[in-house]
């Protein structure tokens, strides 16, 4: 991966858009980031089922750190609104069991009051984020 996507924090300096397979290759490169990806393919496709086009992935999946807990990000309800959203809204009560921590881009948090996006966009050192751009419609 190119040195110049991370800032001096470790994290994604820019937005940067890719394919399911280019996220597996880029970011999936341990066992640990390969276990990771493997159950969650199986809650992006379900996103991708409720009609979600595309996931904002950020936090420590979308950093150096070699061992992440899950995937956290946001994605636009919007997107998804013809579809059931009990569905939608089991999944996120349950979508621990596939590594995945994600919300509605413009739901607020609970620890500062600002939208999800804002929150993942703002890094703990104050600096900007990137997100790795996951278009679901590449998703098998």
């Not at 341990?30 to 990771?36: C, L, M, T, V």
């Not at 496709?45 to 992935?57: A, D, H």
Request: with cysteine; proline share 1%; hydrophobic share 30%.
């Amino acid at each position: 991966m190119k040195k110049n996507l991370y800032s001096s924090a470790g994290t994604l300096a820019h937005d940067y858009p890719c394919s399911y397979d280019e996220l597996s290759k880029q970011w999936g490169h341990n066992k640990h980031r390969e276990k990771i990806l493997e159950h969650a393919k199986t809650g992006l496709c379900l996103l991708k089922s409720f009609g979600i086009k595309t996931v904002f992935i950020s936090g420590s999946f979308a950093s150096k750190k070699d061992k992440p807990n899950d995937i956290d990000g946001v994605f636009d309800v919007s997107e998804c609104l013809e579809y059931n959203l009990q569905d939608l809204e089991d999944f996120l009560e349950n979508q621990d069991q596939y590594k995945l921590d994600l919300y509605f881009n413009d739901m607020r948090t609970k620890l500062t009051n600002e939208t999800h996006e804002a929150f993942f966009r703002r890094g703990r050192d104050g600096e900007k984020r990137g997100f790795i751009v996951l278009d679901l419609t590449t998703l098998e």
